[in-house]
Protein backbone atom coordinates (compact mmCIF):
# COMPACT_ATOMS: atom_id res chain seq x y z
CA UNK A 1 0.00 0.00 0.00
CA UNK A 2 2.79 2.00 0.51
CA UNK A 3 3.92 2.52 -2.81
CA UNK A 4 -0.01 2.76 -4.38
CA UNK A 5 -0.85 5.63 -1.67
CA UNK A 6 -0.19 8.67 -3.78
CA UNK A 7 -2.23 6.89 -6.68
CA UNK A 8 -5.18 6.34 -4.37
CA UNK A 9 -4.82 9.90 -3.01
CA UNK A 10 -4.98 10.82 -6.58
CA UNK A 11 -7.63 8.82 -7.92
CA UNK A 12 -9.99 9.34 -5.06
CA UNK A 13 -9.94 13.16 -4.89
CA UNK A 14 -10.34 13.88 -8.74
CA UNK A 15 -12.49 16.49 -9.20
CA UNK A 16 -16.00 16.54 -9.94
CA UNK A 17 -15.78 12.95 -9.96
CA UNK A 18 -18.60 11.04 -8.02
CA UNK A 19 -18.29 7.55 -6.09
CA UNK A 20 -20.40 6.14 -8.49
CA UNK A 21 -18.16 6.71 -11.40
CA UNK A 22 -14.91 6.21 -8.95
CA UNK A 23 -16.19 2.81 -7.89
CA UNK A 24 -16.99 1.76 -11.75
CA UNK A 25 -13.47 2.95 -12.83
CA UNK A 26 -11.69 1.09 -10.13
CA UNK A 27 -13.88 -2.54 -10.77
CA UNK A 28 -12.72 -2.14 -14.35
CA UNK A 29 -8.90 -2.35 -13.69
CA UNK A 30 -8.37 -3.76 -10.36
CA UNK A 31 -11.32 -6.45 -10.69
CA UNK A 32 -11.92 -6.90 -14.44
CA UNK A 33 -8.65 -6.42 -15.91
CA UNK A 34 -6.24 -7.46 -12.43
CA UNK A 35 -4.16 -4.31 -12.61
CA UNK A 36 -2.88 -2.27 -9.66
CA UNK A 37 -3.71 1.62 -9.10
CA UNK A 38 -0.21 2.30 -10.15
CA UNK A 39 -0.51 0.28 -13.66
CA UNK A 40 -3.58 1.88 -14.59
CA UNK A 41 -1.82 5.40 -14.36
CA UNK A 42 1.13 4.09 -16.68
CA UNK A 43 -1.56 3.09 -19.34
CA UNK A 44 -1.40 5.57 -22.45
CA UNK A 45 -4.14 8.43 -23.35
CA UNK A 46 -5.32 5.46 -26.37
CA UNK A 47 -5.67 2.56 -23.53
CA UNK A 48 -7.69 4.65 -21.30
CA UNK A 49 -9.95 5.37 -24.41
CA UNK A 50 -10.08 2.54 -25.63
CA UNK A 51 -9.55 -0.39 -22.73
CA UNK A 52 -11.94 1.81 -20.48
CA UNK A 53 -14.48 3.91 -22.81
CA UNK A 54 -13.31 6.82 -20.95
CA UNK A 55 -14.34 10.25 -22.22
CA UNK A 56 -12.11 13.18 -23.75
CA UNK A 57 -12.69 14.94 -20.38
CA UNK A 58 -12.14 11.99 -17.96
CA UNK A 59 -8.74 11.32 -19.77
CA UNK A 60 -8.15 14.88 -19.45
CA UNK A 61 -8.63 14.82 -15.64
CA UNK A 62 -6.42 11.57 -15.44
CA UNK A 63 -3.61 13.49 -17.21
CA UNK A 64 -3.98 16.81 -15.00
CA UNK A 65 -3.78 14.53 -11.91
CA UNK A 66 -1.04 12.44 -13.04
CA UNK A 67 0.51 15.78 -12.34
CA UNK A 68 -0.09 15.79 -8.63
CA UNK A 69 1.08 12.01 -8.03
CA UNK A 70 4.93 13.71 -6.36
CA UNK A 71 3.13 15.76 -4.28
CA UNK A 72 0.52 12.87 -3.40
CA UNK A 73 3.49 10.81 -2.45
CA UNK A 74 4.99 13.34 0.04
CA UNK A 75 2.17 13.98 1.68
CA UNK A 76 1.53 10.29 1.39
CA UNK A 77 4.82 9.71 3.20
CA UNK A 78 3.87 12.32 5.83
CA UNK A 79 0.58 10.66 6.93
CA UNK A 80 2.27 7.09 7.38
CA UNK A 81 5.06 8.85 9.16
CA UNK A 82 2.50 10.65 11.68
CA UNK A 83 0.66 7.17 11.87
CA UNK A 84 -2.27 7.31 9.72
CA UNK A 85 -3.24 4.43 7.36
CA UNK A 86 -4.90 4.68 3.78
CA UNK A 87 -7.95 1.93 2.83
CA UNK A 88 -8.84 1.52 -0.41
CA UNK A 89 -12.15 -0.26 -1.32
CA UNK A 90 -10.30 -2.65 -2.89
CA UNK A 91 -8.62 -3.40 0.83
CA UNK A 92 -9.67 -6.58 2.85
CA UNK A 93 -9.67 -3.85 5.99
CA UNK A 94 -12.02 -1.59 4.12
CA UNK A 95 -15.08 -2.13 5.87
CA UNK A 96 -17.71 -4.45 4.47
CA UNK A 97 -20.92 -3.01 6.08
CA UNK A 98 -19.70 -0.13 4.11
CA UNK A 99 -19.83 -1.51 0.74
CA UNK A 100 -22.90 -3.69 1.62
CA UNK A 101 -25.06 -0.57 2.71
CA UNK A 102 -24.00 1.95 0.39
CA UNK A 103 -22.53 -0.32 -2.85
CA UNK A 104 -21.43 2.09 -5.24
CA UNK A 105 -21.80 5.11 -3.50
CA UNK A 106 -19.29 3.93 -1.04
CA UNK A 107 -16.28 5.88 -0.26
CA UNK A 108 -13.53 4.90 -2.75
CA UNK A 109 -10.34 5.75 0.30
CA UNK A 110 -10.67 6.05 3.90
CA UNK A 111 -8.20 7.92 6.09
CA UNK A 112 -7.74 6.49 9.38
CA UNK A 113 -6.03 6.23 12.57
CA UNK A 114 -7.20 3.87 15.49
CA UNK A 115 -7.51 0.12 15.28
CA UNK A 116 -8.75 -1.21 12.03
CA UNK A 117 -10.22 -4.49 13.08
CA UNK A 118 -12.91 -2.09 14.29
CA UNK A 119 -14.05 -1.94 11.12
CA UNK A 120 -15.31 -5.86 10.53
CA UNK A 121 -16.83 -5.44 14.04
CA UNK A 122 -21.04 -5.18 14.64
CA UNK A 123 -21.83 -1.46 14.97
CA UNK A 124 -24.61 0.88 15.48
CA UNK A 125 -25.23 4.52 15.20
CA UNK A 126 -27.12 6.46 17.16
CA UNK A 127 -28.20 10.01 15.70
CA UNK A 128 -30.11 12.99 16.43
CA UNK A 129 -29.94 16.63 17.16
CA UNK A 130 -27.44 19.20 18.07
CA UNK A 131 -29.26 20.66 20.31
CA UNK A 132 -31.31 17.46 21.49
CA UNK A 133 -33.67 17.45 24.96
CA UNK A 134 -32.64 15.70 27.79
CA UNK A 135 -34.85 13.30 27.09
CA UNK A 136 -32.92 12.06 23.93
CA UNK A 137 -29.18 12.26 25.70
CA UNK A 138 -30.97 9.80 28.41
CA UNK A 139 -32.28 7.63 24.94
CA UNK A 140 -27.92 8.25 23.74
CA UNK A 141 -26.45 6.46 26.89
CA UNK A 142 -28.81 3.87 27.30
CA UNK A 143 -28.14 2.72 23.93
CA UNK A 144 -24.45 3.29 23.90
CA UNK A 145 -24.61 1.30 27.30
CA UNK A 146 -26.61 -1.44 25.66
CA UNK A 147 -24.26 -1.49 22.62
CA UNK A 148 -21.30 -1.82 25.18
CA UNK A 149 -22.53 -4.71 26.59
CA UNK A 150 -23.15 -6.47 23.68
CA UNK A 151 -19.77 -5.54 21.88
CA UNK A 152 -21.19 -3.42 19.53
CA UNK A 153 -18.94 -0.03 18.30
CA UNK A 154 -20.63 3.34 18.27
CA UNK A 155 -20.72 5.34 15.04
CA UNK A 156 -20.47 9.04 16.19
CA UNK A 157 -20.23 11.55 13.66
CA UNK A 158 -18.25 14.01 16.27
CA UNK A 159 -21.16 16.76 16.04
CA UNK A 160 -22.18 18.33 19.48
CA UNK A 161 -25.31 17.30 20.74
CA UNK A 162 -26.33 12.98 20.60
CA UNK A 163 -23.14 12.21 18.61
CA UNK A 164 -20.94 13.72 20.99
CA UNK A 165 -22.85 12.09 23.74
CA UNK A 166 -22.92 9.21 22.21
CA UNK A 167 -19.31 8.45 21.74
CA UNK A 168 -18.91 10.25 25.46
CA UNK A 169 -21.29 7.26 26.98
CA UNK A 170 -19.70 4.29 25.04
CA UNK A 171 -15.78 5.62 25.98
CA UNK A 172 -17.57 5.81 29.63
CA UNK A 173 -18.75 1.89 29.28
CA UNK A 174 -15.55 0.98 28.03
CA UNK A 175 -16.80 -0.08 24.90
CA UNK A 176 -15.36 0.82 20.87
CA UNK A 177 -16.77 3.92 18.92
CA UNK A 178 -15.85 5.17 15.07
CA UNK A 179 -15.80 9.19 14.90
CA UNK A 180 -16.67 9.45 11.08
CA UNK A 181 -14.98 13.87 10.49
CA UNK A 182 -16.54 16.65 8.52
CA UNK A 183 -12.63 17.28 8.13
CA UNK A 184 -9.71 15.69 7.14
CA UNK A 185 -7.99 13.63 9.16
CA UNK A 186 -4.75 15.75 9.42
CA UNK A 187 -6.71 18.85 11.15
CA UNK A 188 -8.17 16.80 13.81
CA UNK A 189 -5.25 17.68 15.82
CA UNK A 190 -7.34 18.64 19.01
CA UNK A 191 -9.74 15.51 18.58
CA UNK A 192 -6.39 13.27 18.25
CA UNK A 193 -5.01 14.54 21.83
CA UNK A 194 -8.33 14.42 23.88
CA UNK A 195 -8.93 10.84 22.62
CA UNK A 196 -4.98 9.76 22.33
CA UNK A 197 -5.70 6.58 25.01
CA UNK A 198 -9.06 5.16 23.46
CA UNK A 199 -7.25 5.22 20.51
CA UNK A 200 -3.39 3.84 21.91
CA UNK A 201 -5.98 1.51 23.57
CA UNK A 202 -7.69 0.55 20.06
CA UNK A 203 -11.39 1.27 21.21
CA UNK A 204 -11.78 4.18 19.47
CA UNK A 205 -11.04 4.28 15.37
CA UNK A 206 -11.04 8.03 13.60
CA UNK A 207 -12.21 8.00 9.89
CA UNK A 208 -12.29 10.47 6.93
CA UNK A 209 -13.22 10.30 3.62
CA UNK A 210 -11.61 13.94 2.72
CA UNK A 211 -8.83 15.21 1.05
CA UNK A 212 -6.17 14.92 4.51
CA UNK A 213 -6.03 18.32 4.85
CA UNK A 214 -9.27 19.98 4.40
CA UNK A 215 -10.63 22.47 6.91
CA UNK A 216 -14.28 21.56 8.81
CA UNK A 217 -16.91 22.44 6.30
CA UNK A 218 -20.86 22.53 6.41
CA UNK A 219 -21.35 20.70 3.07
CA UNK A 220 -18.31 18.52 4.60
CA UNK A 221 -20.26 17.48 7.32
CA UNK A 222 -23.97 16.98 5.28
CA UNK A 223 -21.52 14.48 2.85
CA UNK A 224 -20.30 12.68 6.22
CA UNK A 225 -23.87 11.95 7.13
CA UNK A 226 -24.33 9.24 4.55
CA UNK A 227 -21.12 7.76 5.59
CA UNK A 228 -22.27 7.57 9.83
CA UNK A 229 -25.47 5.61 8.33
CA UNK A 230 -23.61 3.46 5.89
CA UNK A 231 -21.14 2.21 8.85
CA UNK A 232 -23.83 0.95 11.10
CA UNK A 233 -25.80 -2.60 11.01
CA UNK A 234 -28.33 -1.01 12.50
CA UNK A 235 -29.88 2.59 13.38
CA UNK A 236 -31.10 4.50 16.34
CA UNK A 237 -32.73 7.72 16.51
CA UNK A 238 -32.99 9.59 19.37
CA UNK A 239 -34.58 12.86 17.85
CA UNK A 240 -35.09 14.39 14.59
CA UNK A 241 -36.56 17.65 13.13
CA UNK A 242 -38.63 17.36 9.94
CA UNK A 243 -35.28 18.41 8.13
CA UNK A 244 -32.02 18.54 7.75
CA UNK A 245 -29.40 15.47 8.49
CA UNK A 246 -30.97 13.14 10.62
CA UNK A 247 -34.45 12.91 9.26
CA UNK A 248 -32.86 12.93 4.95
CA UNK A 249 -30.59 10.28 6.70
CA UNK A 250 -33.56 8.19 7.95
CA UNK A 251 -35.82 8.75 5.10
CA UNK A 252 -33.13 7.57 2.82
CA UNK A 253 -32.09 4.70 4.95
CA UNK A 254 -36.04 3.53 5.14
CA UNK A 255 -36.60 3.77 1.57
CA UNK A 256 -33.58 1.03 1.69
CA UNK A 257 -35.12 -1.19 3.83
CA UNK A 258 -32.17 -0.16 6.69
CA UNK A 259 -33.15 -1.18 10.13
CA UNK A 260 -33.70 2.02 11.63
CA UNK A 261 -35.35 2.41 15.71
CA UNK A 262 -36.71 5.76 16.50
CA UNK A 263 -37.72 6.29 20.03
CA UNK A 264 -41.15 7.72 20.81
CA UNK A 265 -40.94 10.81 22.32
CA UNK A 266 -43.93 11.75 25.16
CA UNK A 267 -46.88 13.43 24.11
CA UNK A 268 -45.10 17.24 24.78
CA UNK A 269 -42.15 16.71 22.63
CA UNK A 270 -41.98 18.65 19.87
CA UNK A 271 -40.14 15.86 17.06
CA UNK A 272 -40.78 14.51 14.03
CA UNK A 273 -40.32 11.43 15.64
CA UNK A 274 -44.12 10.00 15.07
CA UNK A 275 -43.54 11.20 11.31
CA UNK A 276 -40.96 8.75 11.03
CA UNK A 277 -42.23 5.51 13.00
CA UNK A 278 -45.34 6.63 10.27
CA UNK A 279 -42.98 5.74 7.45
CA UNK A 280 -41.88 2.75 8.53
CA UNK A 281 -39.23 3.28 11.28
CA UNK A 282 -39.66 0.70 14.43
CA UNK A 283 -40.85 2.34 17.50
CA UNK A 284 -38.50 2.30 20.92
CA UNK A 285 -39.02 3.38 24.37
CA UNK A 286 -36.02 4.73 26.41
CA UNK A 287 -34.14 2.18 26.52
CA UNK A 288 -34.28 0.88 23.11
CA UNK A 289 -36.97 -1.58 23.83
CA UNK A 290 -39.78 -2.60 20.92
CA UNK A 291 -43.03 -1.00 22.05
CA UNK A 292 -46.03 0.18 20.30
CA UNK A 293 -45.93 3.37 19.81
CA UNK A 294 -48.94 4.07 21.53
CA UNK A 295 -49.27 7.97 19.91
CA UNK A 296 -50.30 6.26 16.65
CA UNK A 297 -53.42 4.50 18.44
CA UNK A 298 -56.43 5.50 19.34
CA UNK A 299 -57.59 6.27 23.00
CA UNK A 300 -59.29 3.04 23.17
CA UNK A 301 -56.56 0.83 21.62
CA UNK A 302 -53.60 2.33 23.96
CA UNK A 303 -54.71 0.48 26.97
CA UNK A 304 -54.66 -2.63 25.28
CA UNK A 305 -51.63 -2.08 23.76
CA UNK A 306 -50.18 -0.95 27.00
CA UNK A 307 -51.55 -4.49 28.97
CA UNK A 308 -49.67 -6.36 25.67
CA UNK A 309 -46.30 -4.79 26.15
CA UNK A 310 -45.93 -5.73 29.80
CA UNK A 311 -47.22 -8.75 29.35
CA UNK A 312 -44.08 -9.35 26.82
CA UNK A 313 -42.00 -7.56 28.76
CA UNK A 314 -42.78 -8.52 32.39
CA UNK A 315 -39.88 -7.15 34.67
CA UNK A 316 -39.42 -4.04 32.95
CA UNK A 317 -43.18 -2.52 31.84
CA UNK A 318 -43.04 0.94 31.26
CA UNK A 319 -46.36 2.74 31.24
CA UNK A 320 -45.01 6.33 32.00
CA UNK A 321 -43.77 6.67 28.04
CA UNK A 322 -47.85 5.87 27.44
CA UNK A 323 -49.32 8.41 29.77
Known amino acids: MNNEAAYWITLAH ?8 LNNLIIRFFHENNLSIEAFFQLSEQEWKSDYNLEYKDVEDLKKAKNDIPNHAFLAETLMNEGYELIPITSPLYSKTLKENLKYNAPSLLYVKGNTAILQEDSIAIVGSRNASALSLDFTDHIAKKAGEENKVVVSGFAKGVDLKALDSIIQYRGKSIIVLPQGIMTFGSGFRKYYQQIINGNVLVISTFFPKAP ?78 THLLSESEKPQAIKANNKKNPNNPQPTLFD
Open 14 to 21: LPKWGYVK
Open 216 to 293: WQAELAMARNPIIYGLASEIYVAESSEKGGTWSGVIDGLRKNRKIFVRIPESYELTANPLLIQKGAIPVDLFGNRTPD
